[in-house]
């Protein structure tokens, strides 16, 4: 009887080990078939990107010295830097802040210099300047090959090469420029108003956003993040022209391995809620004086370098859920 005992026991957990391995066999089965899944979706990226026989790029060309400045398009942020330092040129494509043809605005604000001494000037300086241009040329065109539609340069005082602002404390230029594209994009066009919304709650919502998606970055759970960034791809390929399988393949190869590569995601701290997009989008932005120039509170660290992780959010029209859109 006791042998039997030990018989029926030892079966018993036989059974049980085999039924254990059948579920995790079944459940690594079930999450590797929805990693194949999400990879063929993003895969299929391209599939939803028109053809056209005129593909523009649209790209700001900027340079600036002895200021911090802004780029907005269509009020969305496109580039800020504070810090000590000047730019020759920089060059940045804009198409996915134009969601369609027409008359688009362009903002610029400047700030006063940080100082060779790493503090900061109280006003601007005299020799603060700062120029930008809006180009377009064939997305597959040469560089050099572009067409200028917009410039904009600060003014000197009449007589001098001294800055018609310096003495003062801030600086902001309006401007607008014509785009022709041939997509449309949803964007936040029809998102819902951010700003009539209770504040509190708002930022109670946009913490928890900004909290989760650091999560799926500490866990490197690429199928997490696809799912979360879809529709934002899906409109990146389309204001990009992205409509080959290797577009598709070369944009999900740099993301996933973004994802999984080895670098800290720092915490979320110190920070402000930030609208754009006329109140329709969402920004959580550090505060600390280190990061005072990034437009994320999500960014990580690699050995080499510090990397901000771009995170807009909006609610889409019926919808109350904060998701991604930039």
Known sequence: ?????????????????????????????????QDKDIDQKMLDI??????????PLYEVEFSHDACGYEILINDIPLHRYLFLGSTNLQRLPINDHILRSGRQEIMIRLFPPQLSNKSWSPTFVEASKFNIKVLHR??????????????FSTSNKRGTENFLA?????????????????YQLEGWHNSQDLSRENKDELLKEAVAAY????????????????????????ELAKAYYWNTPADSKQRWDEMSGTVREKREILPIKSFKM???????????????LLYKDYLSAIHAQTESEDIQVSFLLHKKVGSNKLTAIR
């Open 274 to 288: 930030v609208l754009y997009g006329d109140g329709k989008v969402l920004a959580l932005q550090p505060t600390s």
């Open 46 to 55: 391209y599939k939803q990107v028109k053809i056209y026989d005129y593909s």
């Open 211 to 234: 909290k989760s998606f650091r999560n799926i970055l500490i866990k490197k759970d690429v199928r997490a993040y696809a799912s979360l960034m879809y529709d934002k791809e899906v």
């Open 1 to 33: 009887m006791i042998k039997m005992g030990k018989l029926i026991i030892a079966s018993l957990f036989l059974l049980s080990n085999l039924s254990g391995c059948q579920q995790k066999h079944s459940v690594a089965s079930t999450m590797g078939n």
């Open 138 to 151: 064939k997305a597959d065109g040469s560089l050099d090959d572009y067409k200028q539609i917009f410039e």
């Open 166 to 182: 310096s003495g003062q404390k801030v600086f902001e230029f309006k401007g607008n420029f014509v785009a022709d594209v041939p």
